[in-house]
């Protein structure tokens, strides 16, 4: 999308989007353009998270979006050093791999280029909720979060979930201004995509299905 954009534009993206079909090619992405995202295009993803279901419906969600090209490369300095020292060396040994699956190599270089290209996005969404008697809540985040994928996904933007940044959690949170009480839990980069959205690979819901109970011969871990 060039240029400015309308409310009404706004309003009207995303709508026509069937929920069943928009959520079966909700795929990560994370190869992004740069181009800047209109902030109402922003507030209406976020609207859709706050759609989602909570306990007691207390909504801990708070949403906080970083656009500001110098706060972007201060978050993704530490998100790609945490990356580098937990992640990469399991990827580095995948690539070593001849066996390796080609779908999960994909999926790890997918990984490793937004771990790379963090500063570029040109929004870093950061999903934090309250705690609720001293303990952090992430599960009271995750309906959320999932709302705001898939409303990326209507409106047409590149958006995937990550956790990564939580390895400099309590340092990324005071930097956003978030308090002890009130931790983010993801990283939502959000831009246009460079690629196309589209069904990921899955295993057969057959497989993972049972009704009434698990057959005794049948392993599930
Ligand atoms: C709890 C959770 C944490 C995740 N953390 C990261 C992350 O830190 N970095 C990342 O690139 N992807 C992260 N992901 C995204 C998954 O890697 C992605 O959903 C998975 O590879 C499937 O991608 P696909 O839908 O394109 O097939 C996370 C997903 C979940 C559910």
Redesign the pocket.
């Known amino acids: 999308m060039k240029g400015e954009v309308t409310q009404q534009e706004i309003d009207e993206m995303g709508e026509a989007v069937p929920l069943l079909e928009g959520l079966r090619t909700a795929?990560?992405i994370?190869r992004l353009r740069p181009d800047p995202v209109p902030h109402g295009l922003i507030r209406k993803v976020c609207e859709a998270g706050t759609f989602a279901p909570s306990g007691g419906n207390r909504q801990p969600w708070i949403f906080v979006a970083v656009t500001e090209p110098d706060r972007r490369a201060w978050i993704a300095e530490r998100y790609l050093k945490a990356f580098r020292e937990y992640i990469a060396p399991a990827f580095e040994q995948a690539e070593a791999n001849p066996d390796f699956p080609a779908a999960t190599l994909r999926?790890m270089r997918g990984?490793l280029h937004?771990a790379e290209h963090l500063h570029e996005a040109p929004v870093h969404l950061f999903v934090a909720g309250w705690t609720r008697r001293g303990a952090e809540q992430s599960q009271a985040l995750f309906p959320a979060i999932q709302n705001i994928l898939l409303a990326c996904r209507a409106v047409g933007l590149g958006a995937?979930?990550?956790?990564?940044h939580r390895t400099f959690g309590a340092e990324i949170d005071a930097y956003l201004g978030l308090s002890e009480k009130t931790p983010s839990s993801a990283l939502i980069p959000i831009g246009w995509p460079e690629g196309r959205y589209g069904r990921?690979?899955r295993e057969s819901v057959d497989q993972k299905l049972f009704f009434e109970r698990i057959p005794a011969d049948q392993k599930t871990a």
């Not at 995937?160 to 990564?164: E, N, Q």
């Open positions: 795929r990560a994370r999926n990984a937004l995937s979930l990550t956790t990564v990921p690979p």
